[in-house]
């Protein structure tokens, strides 16, 4: 009966401990649940994405990523790596939509997400953020032949296209009532609809719209929307961390002042978007335009 006992006891140890690895998100290589520099030091990170934003996150054919965003990421943590005296790390990427950023993060599914990632209140309150490293501004995507759409006020009684649930798009809608407003669930399908002519214009960060632009040539332009004299919106983009990892923060603000101090910045613009629309350098660490 003792012997007995004691096998059942060490085999329970033994789950127990399992078990209190596999929660923490133990392992080699940065294990998911490790924070930006354990995984950078373990040698292997998960860093989130868009997948389907040409010029700023894109999935290619053969499974490579493309784009400012995945350039950005890369840079910051091999150059956190430099810093450290560690190797570069290897890199797996994850698709990060949107509405699910927040979660990831919070889940340590990734260590962090560069994705047109617009730094606002809400979002602070959930994951913390370095940056913003680039400033941008909605902005309009129209055919190219396009006269009669020149601006902000051009949109009464127009089509307006942008994805379901849209801030840029009930942004305008709010400032101009008169604007119909056709929904789709992704930024493709609206540049599809407004080549065939079933919309007017596309909005949302200018970024966004450089991007398909410049993977159609000739096709389309992108318009700046001001009011009063002013860009319509200001959207700083930042890389979402893990809540109060103050360390990891850190390291990523004293990358992107490199990125701008080296050049890099604007090699990946000029890499990546037409003409460089609607991008400029913004100030890591400085938040307080929240």
């Known amino acids: 009966m003792n012997r007995t006992f004691r096998s059942i006891a060490a085999a329970a140890a033994a789950l127990l401990t399992a078990t209190t690895l596999a929660a923490c998100g133990g392992g080699e290589n940065g294990a998911a649940?490790?924070?930006?520099?354990?995984?950078?030091?373990?040698?292997?990170?998960?860093?989130?994405?868009?997948?389907?934003?040409?010029?700023?996150?894109?999935?290619?054919?053969?499974?490579?990523?493309?784009g400012l965003d995945v350039d950005v990421l890369t840079y910051v943590v091999n150059h956190i790596a430099e810093e450290n005296g560690w190797d570069q790390p290897e890199i797996t990427w994850r698709e990060t939509p949107s509405a699910q950023r927040e979660t990831l993060i919070q889940n340590?599914?990734?260590?962090?997400?560069?994705?047109?990632?617009?730094?606002?209140?809400?979002?602070?309150?959930?994951?913390?953020?370095?940056?913003?490293?680039?400033?941008?501004?909605?902005?309009l995507l129209v055919r190219s032949d396009e006269e009669t759409v020149k601006g902000l006020d051009d949109l009464d009684g127009r089509i307006l296209c942008s994805v379901t649930g849209s801030t840029p798009a009930q942004k305008v809608k709010d400032a101009l009532p008169g604007v119909q407003?056709?929904?789709?669930?992704?930024?493709?399908?609206?540049?599809?609809?407004?080549?065939?002519?079933?919309?007017?214009a596309l909005t949302t960060d200018a970024t966004i719209l450089g991007g398909y632009s410049a993977q159609s040539p000739g096709d389309f332009k992108v318009l700046e929307l001001v009011k009063d004299g002013e860009p319509f919106t200001n959207e700083h983009y930042g890389i979402g961390l893990t809540k109060?990892?103050?360390a990891a923060v850190e390291a990523v603000n004293k990358a992107l002042e490199a990125?701008?101090?080296?050049?890099?910045?604007?090699?990946?613009?000029?890499?990546?978007?037409?003409?460089?629309v609607g991008v400029a350098e913004d100030k890591p660490g400085d938040l307080s335009f929240l």
Do not use: W
């Open 33 to 66: 649940g490790e924070g930006l520099l354990a995984q950078i030091e373990a040698g292997s990170v998960t860093l989130g994405t868009k997948y389907d934003q040409p010029g700023l996150g894109l999935r290619e054919g053969d499974g490579s990523m493309s």
């Open 108 to 139: 340590g599914e990734v260590a962090a997400i560069g994705a047109t990632y617009s730094i606002n209140k809400s979002r602070a309150e959930a994951v913390s953020f370095a940056g913003p490293y680039l400033l941008t501004h909605q902005g």
């Open 181 to 200: 407003l056709q929904e789709y669930d992704t930024y493709s399908s609206c540049v599809e609809a407004l080549r065939n002519g079933n919309v007017d």
């Open 244 to 246: 109060d990892d103050t």
């Open 259 to 276: 990125m701008y101090s080296d050049g890099s910045f604007q090699k990946f613009v000029n890499d990546n978007l037409e003409g460089g």
